[in-house]
């Protein structure tokens, strides 16, 4: 069981828009900066967005990151084929002490 | 351009011992918090260890506290994982990354290629 939930599949047709949750509470999401990661199947996992919101600079704006509260989201628009990776959203846990990800949601474009 | 290389990987019993070591060029390694992140067959990322810039200050999660120690050489450019009293559920692919910050997690922006730990009798 995750500290941080994520739905464990979301999928959408090719150009559409696709969003991807992180719930968490305010010993994390809440109080901490939140990253997001993609990992292609057999690959490493990839930085997306840093710092809730801010993508580097090798990362093309189709993909945006958000947080409201204890919760914060990924979005992708003009998903693509090679979008279809798994997606996990990460941050620290102050009552923990410890990095915490979420259980990650494999990401189907149909 | 930033490389990380993990190594150190194998087959183990229960209740041994490895220790993984992850080789850093084109940053200054110095100036960067290391994680350690692994994942078992098929599932999800867990966050192992981080270890500050300067390695005076370290965090580990609680399934790995009190047999695993992470570590840096900064002289040698080099971020470690002692790995002791090993279970079959610590197998896992062990990957080590760079944080864009010093002392806090705020994303892991590079990562290793991974290397595999598996822990059977």
């Known amino acids: 069981q995750s500290v941080l939930t994520q739905p464990p599949s979301v999928s959408a047709a090719p150009g559409q828009k696709v969003t991807i949750s992180c719930s968490g509470s305010?010993?994390?999401?809440?109080?901490?900066?939140v990253s997001w990661y993609q990992q292609l199947p057999g690959t490493a996992p990839k930085l997306l967005i840093y710092?809730?919101?801010k993508r580097p600079s090798e990362i093309p704006d189709r993909f945006s990151g958000s947080k409201s509260g204890t919760s914060a989201t990924l979005g992708i628009t003009g998903l693509q084929t090679g979008d279809e990776a798994d997606y996990y959203c990460?941050?620290?846990?102050?009552?923990?002490?410890?990095?915490?990800f979420g259980g990650g949601t494999k990401l189907t474009v149909l | 351009q930033v490389q990380l290389v993990e190594s150190g990987g194998g087959v183990v019993q229960p209740g041994g011992s490895l220790r993984l070591s992850c080789a850093e060029s084109?940053?200054?390694?110095?100036?960067?918090?290391m994680h350690w992140v692994r994942q078992a067959p098929g599932k999800g990322l867990e966050w192992v260890a981080f270890?500050?810039?300067?390695?005076?200050?370290?965090d580990c999660a609680d399934s790995v506290k009190g047999r695993f120690t992470i570590s840096r050489d900064n002289s040698k450019n080099t971020l470690y994982l002692q790995m002791n009293s090993l279970r079959p559920e610590d197998t896992a692919v062990y990957y080590c990354?760079?944080?864009?910050?010093?002392?806090?997690?705020?994303?892991?922006?590079?990562w290793g290629q991974g290397t595999l730990v598996t822990v059977s009798s």
């Open positions: 990460g941050t620290w846990d102050s009552s923990l002490s410890a990095g915490v």
């Open positions: 270890i500050r810039y300067d390695g005076n200050n370290k």
């Open positions: 710092d809730n919101n």
């Open positions: 305010s010993s994390n999401i809440g109080n901490n900066y």
């Open positions: 084109g940053f200054i390694f110095s100036s960067y918090g």
């Open positions: 990354a760079k944080d864009l910050s010093s002392s806090w997690f705020e994303g892991m922006d590079s």
